[in-house]
């Protein structure tokens, strides 16, 4: 591929607050190599997919389902809280949400994550495969923006009770009552205070597995340049860093671009909680995630 063709190149873009910093690298470093082209996760994986943008930060499931022919190790990554991906619950939830804690502690004592992922991945997916109807179990409404959000809450789900209850919340979900539900980005930012309680999914996945959980990589329709890979990999990677000693610098910027949130975590606590470089740990977390998504298919 000619330089010049990589110098327009079509970025898909998530304006989440999750991407801020290192879309303000972005701009201040490469912007004239590449045009933008906004939505939410959902919606860029469908314009990555339609070959409508060359390379985006998309949903780590395409990875597994679109099979890109350009993948770049950066994305969104969480080592614990995520903050901006939960399940919400409410006060009637409470015995539910007891009973998904512990199911999890159970599960938790049976893995051996030194042993083969695929092995790992089966022993997750069976744990519960002979659960009877739970009497007590809400429905769920999950999200339309998200691929990887709704097959992490699907995976945890049917491990934790059984692929008959999994089903059962999503098919309640059309019944009157209130559900659970599955929020991610900005809009779970602004809600968390409607619930009573939350599951923090990247959170979750670490306490249950030690890895961190990828939800978005950067994949492309077409290759990368050398030399524009390297620069992105590099930029991510001192965003990353910058936002983890000094998040106050982007979090200044932000105000004075858009003004404060309306919510009560503080931007600087958010994208502390963030990475953007894909370790080798974050490539772990990811492989044992797609092979889970892979399996429970």
């Excluded at 470093?29 to 906004?38: A, D, E, K, V």
């Excluded at 602004?190 to 961190?212: S, Y």
């Amino acid at each position: 591929m000619s330089e010049e063709i990589q110098k327009c190149l079509r970025l898909g873009w998530i304006s989440y607050l999750n991407l801020y910093p290192l879309f303000y690298e972005l701009k201040q470093n490469i912007s004239g190599l590449f045009s933008l082209n906004y939505g939410n996760p959902a919606e860029i994986n469908a314009l990555l997919r339609e070959k409508i943008v060359d390379l985006a930060p998309s949903s780590s499931i395409c990875l597994l389902h679109d099979k890109p022919i350009e993948s770049v190790p950066i994305g969104v990554v969480s080592k614990g809280k995520v903050h901006s991906v939960y399940l919400g619950f409410q006060k009637e939830h409470k015995e539910f949400k007891s009973f998904l804690e512990e199911r999890a502690k159970d599960l938790k004592k049976r893995l051996d994550l030194e042993k083969k992922l695929d092995i790992q991945a089966q022993k997750i997916l069976s744990f519960s495969k002979d659960e009877k109807l739970i009497s007590f179990l809400p429905s769920i409404r999950l999200t339309k923006a998200s691929q990887t959000s709704v097959e992490l809450t699907r995976i945890l789900l049917q491990s934790l009770l059984g692929d008959v209850n999994a089903k059962k919340m999503e098919e309640n979900s059309k019944e009157t009552g209130a559900s659970v539900e599955l929020l991610i980005g900005d809009e779970a930012l602004k809600r968390r205070e409607e619930f009573l309680d939350i599951l923090d999914l990247g959170e979750f996945w670490d306490d249950l597995t030690g890895l961190p959980f990828v939800f978005a990589v950067w994949q492309g329709n077409q290759k990368l340049n050398s030399s524009l890979k390297k620069q992105l990999i590099e930029l991510a990677f001192l965003t990353q860093k910058k936002m983890h000693e000094d998040p106050s610098f982007y979090e200044k910027n932000f105000v004075k671009e858009m003004g404060r949130p309306s919510f009560q975590l503080s931007l600087s606590e958010y994208w502390r909680s963030l990475f953007y470089s894909i370790d080798d740990d974050s490539k772990m977390g990811l492989d044992l995630f797609l092979e889970l998504a892979k399996k429970r298919i």
